[in-house]
């Protein structure tokens, strides 16, 4: 599995933005996928995950109620839908896949990565 992110860019506090990770290979289907983010000096966090089925679905508690992630397997797709954003949002955020059933929220568990995207949040 090969993974590309994208949908960053330069908002103000309040605005929106929808990321999007595209999967190449036909096992997506196994893959649990996070959203992680990276601010400058910082360590690499886990925003949220969605286990294969989309069933399970975890959000750190910073993000809880604003953010929304979804998967489409058909389209080897997982959007991340980002609402009311705060200037403490800004990073760069990447997705990672799992090949795992479970919903894994620990770095060290996602072996694939795409490349980061950048959300810039002004106040």
């Known amino acids: 599995v090969q993974l590309q992110a994208s949908g960053g860019g330069v908002v103000q506090a309040g605005d929106s933005l929808r990321l999007s990770c595209e999967a190449s290979g036909r096992s997506f289907a196994n893959y649990a996928v996070a959203w992680f983010r990276q601010a400058p000096g910082k360590e690499r966090d886990v925003v949220c995950a969605?286990?294969?089925?989309?069933?399970?679905?975890y959000y750190t508690d910073s993000v809880k109620g604003r953010f929304t992630v979804s998967r489409d397997n058909t389209k080897r797709t997982v959007w991340l839908q980002m609402n009311d954003l705060k200037p403490e949002d800004t990073a760069v955020y990447y997705c990672?896949?799992?090949?795992?059933?479970?919903?894994?929220?620990?770095?060290?568990?996602?072996?694939?990565w795409g490349q980061g995207t950048q959300v810039t949040v002004s106040s």
């Open positions: 969605i286990s294969w089925s989309g069933i399970g679905i």
């Open positions: 990672a896949a799992a090949n795992d059933y479970g919903l894994p929220i620990i770095r060290s568990r996602y072996t694939k």
